[in-house]
T-cell receptor, first 110, second 121 residues
Framework: QTVVTQEPSFSVSPGGTVTLTCGLS?????????PSWYQQTPGQAPRTLIY???TRSSGVPDRFSGSILGNKAALTITGAQADDESDYYC??????????FGGGTKLTVL | QVQLQESGPGLVKPSETLSLTCAVS?????????WGWIRQPPGQGLEWIGD???????FYNPSLKSRVTISVDTSKNQFSLKMNSVTAADTAVYYC????WGPGSFRFDPWGQGTLVTVSS
């Protein structure tokens, strides 16, 4: 079964820019996988940030952006803030009705 | 405003069946979209369990398919999850979410608040 890969952890300085990626154990991610991104803080349900690769969910600041970088989906946070410190998950649609979550990236802002 | 609320027993014995319901308000399930279940074991990542359409069409995570049944009750505007033969590995927070499909739409949104189910004797 194909595994969706994410960096286990990442660190960014306040005000800095960070790019988290979402890849496949075999193959390349394209827009046809309709990548979406979610932010989760401890004890809370996930919050939708980006869907269908590029589209920001309602109310999400424009410092969050989605793209395809090389063979992976990417979430870029520009001007990181302290409250961006969260877990970030991507989901890929694999076809035939199957969705797969990545393992998540723990982002530290320090 | 669409809202989802999970409900069900918080404690299930090993080998028994886990049963949860997701009540939807602010939107009629019959209007469309898929509706999904996702779980998160303590301290771990998210795992998609499966989706259901208002017609009853379902898709399941292949790794859970043999133990999972998702059903829908449009008259009550809710959908349900049953997982049999549970073990401690099924201990998790279980979330329900609306899951729009289609180009430009794929996402889980909104999410319920989640409910913790512990498998223990």
């Amino acid at each position: 079964q194909t595994v969706v890969t994410q960096e286990p952890s990442f660190s960014v300085s306040p005000g800095g820019t960070v790019t988290l990626t979402c890849g496949l154990s075999s193959g390349s991610v394209s827009t046809s996988y309709y990548p979406s991104w979610y932010q989760q803080t401890p004890g809370q349900a996930p919050r939708t940030l980006i869907y269908s690769t590029y589209t920001r969910s309602s109310g999400v600041p424009d410092r969050f952006s989605g793209s395809i970088l090389g063979n992976k989906a990417a979430l870029t946070i520009t001007g990181a803030q302290a409250d961006d410190e969260s877990d970030y998950y991507c989901v890929l649609y694999m076809g035939s009705g199957i969705s797969v979550f990545g393992g998540g990236t723990k982002l530290t802002v320090l | 405003q669409v809202q989802l609320q999970e409900s069900g027993p918080g404690l299930v014995k090993p080998s028994e069946t886990l049963s949860l319901t997701c009540a939807v308000s602010g939107y009629s399930i019959s209007s469309g979209h898929y509706w999904g279940w996702i779980r998160q074991p303590p301290g771990q990542g998210l795992e998609w369990i499966g989706d259901i359409y208002h017609s009853g069409n379902t898709f399941y995570n292949p790794s859970l398919k043999s133990r999972v049944t998702i059903s829908v009750d449009t008259s009550k505007n809710q959908f349900s999850l049953k997982m049999n033969s549970v073990t401690a590995a099924d201990t998790a927070v279980y979330y329900c979410a609306r899951h729009p499909w289609g180009p430009g739409s794929f996402r889980f949104d909104p999410w319920g608040q989640g409910t913790l189910v512990t498998v223990s004797s």
